[in-house]
């Protein structure tokens, strides 16, 4: 089977953002049991609570906050900020730092119970009317047996970048137009996964949701419709900001050709560097739909994968790595996680033959990629015509004739 991909190799060359970051006042955290007050609870109640500060009121949650935790989840932040904060991130869209006990200030993380019909491990509660934004766990479900897993020091991160995004022009739009998901939760979710395992080298064990499995015969910008077509596609589509976060790693170490460019199989010295995304933050989605998100994308993309350098080193003959060439490549490396990266008990073909079919669905179930003989006697042309949507892509397996030799 052959995905319908091309490749196109590139010298790719340094790129400098421009320097957006203000100074994060701290990287502390500071761990709090009980729940921040909400304005919502009564108006007259919030004004009279805020002349005295923010305040929270102290819970006893039904997962004990044992001072191992409180380090375990403090330490994971911590190091997650000063990693954002190295790549030129601004500081978070939060509620102002406090003084700890230690006199350091930090920002406050709030641990309680959510209500029962929420299954979050933790999430950024983002206020675009008060002003109250923080970060909450979920203390019933964020640990296992009081044990942190690899999916909490995870989503801490991912907790964390959605309070980064929110800071940033492009996250601020979202109080007036939803973006969609497939950008905000696609990232965060992919910083989440990568932070999990350059921060604390764990990796959650299910390799679908790790590596970002999710039908791309559906656009990139699909949203998530609540069937088994769409479910999770938006947060799985991390695949692709996964990609983009370990190319823009590669291009830094000015590495040029294939080697700038990152394989199906997972390298030893496997890194990212999100700090692509600062380029993309700065502009606004001109149209919050999923063409104008595309576009959005596409625009960025043309600056962050090509340097003014590299096309006056061309004499004007590179042009700017657009949208439809990066998600070509992306997807001739993704359509091979399945015998590598994503590889599991099953035998090297029939994993990856599962991967790419369940990449390729259309409906809850996988696909089955349409077949396409080639007569090796006769030589002749073979055509074929799919239908794809905008941003999407299609699979086809190809049997040759005994002439010809083994698959192509």
């Not at 421009?18 to 709090?32: D, K, Q, S």
């Not at 002749?380 to 015509?385: A, C, E, I, K």
Request: aromatic share 10%.
């Amino acid at each position: 089977m052959r995905l319908l991909t091309g490749l196109v190799a590139a010298l790719l060359f340094q790129l400098t953002l421009p320097a957006l970051a203000a100074p994060w006042p701290t990287t502390e955290f500071e761990v709090f049991e009980g729940t921040p007050f909400r304005s919502s609870e009564s108006y007259l109640e919030y004004l009279a609570k805020e002349s005295a500060g923010w305040a929270e009121y102290e819970t006893e949650a039904s997962v004990p906050l044992t001072p191992t935790l409180r380090a375990l989840i403090e330490g994971m932040l911590r190091d997650t900020a000063l990693l954002l904060d190295r790549q030129g991130f601004p500081p978070p869209k939060y509620d102002p730092p406090v003084e700890r006990d230690d006199g350091k200030r930090a920002w406050r993380i709030y641990y309680y119970d959510f209500p029962k019909e929420q299954d979050d491990l933790a999430r950024y509660v983002h206020d675009c009317f008060d002003g109250r934004d923080h970060i909450a766990i979920n203390a019933g479900r964020f640990t296992r047996n009081g044990q942190m897993t690899p999916k909490s020091y995870g989503d801490l991160a991912h907790e964390l970048f959605h309070a980064v995004q929110a800071s940033m022009p492009m996250g601020r739009m979202n109080c007036e137009d939803a973006v969609g998901d497939w950008i905000t939760e696609g990232q965060a979710e992919a910083f989440g996964h990568d932070m999990a395992r350059q921060l604390r080298g764990l990796e959650i064990n299910n390799r679908k949701v790790r590596w970002g499995r999710r039908s791309y015969a559906k656009p990139l910008s699909a949203a998530d419709q609540g069937d088994d077509a769409t479910d999770g596609i938006d947060y799985q589509s991390s695949s692709f900001w996964r990609y983009l976060a370990e190319r823009y790693h590669l291009r830094q170490s000015n590495l040029s050709g294939p080697q700038a460019l990152p394989g199906p199989d997972l390298p030893s010295n496997y890194g990212t560097d999100y700090s692509y995304l600062l380029e993309l933050y700065q502009r606004h989605i001109t149209r919050v739909n999923p063409l104008g998100e595309l576009n959005w994308l596409d625009a960025g993309l043309r600056k962050v994968f090509t340097s003014k350098l590299a096309i006056a080193a061309s004499g004007g003959k590179a042009k700017a790595k657009n949208l439809r060439q990066v998600y070509t490549e992306f997807l001739a490396v993704y359509a091979d996680y399945g015998q590598y990266r994503a590889r599991g008990k099953q035998s090297t073909a029939a994993g990856a033959r599962t991967w790419l079919e369940e990449s390729m669905a259309t409906t809850g179930s996988a696909a089955s990629c349409p077949k396409v003989e080639i007569d090796g006697a006769l030589r002749s042309d073979v055509r074929t015509t799919l239908a794809l949507g905008a941003a999407a892509t299609a699979c086809l397996e190809i049997q040759t004739g005994a002439m010809l030799g083994p698959q192509a």
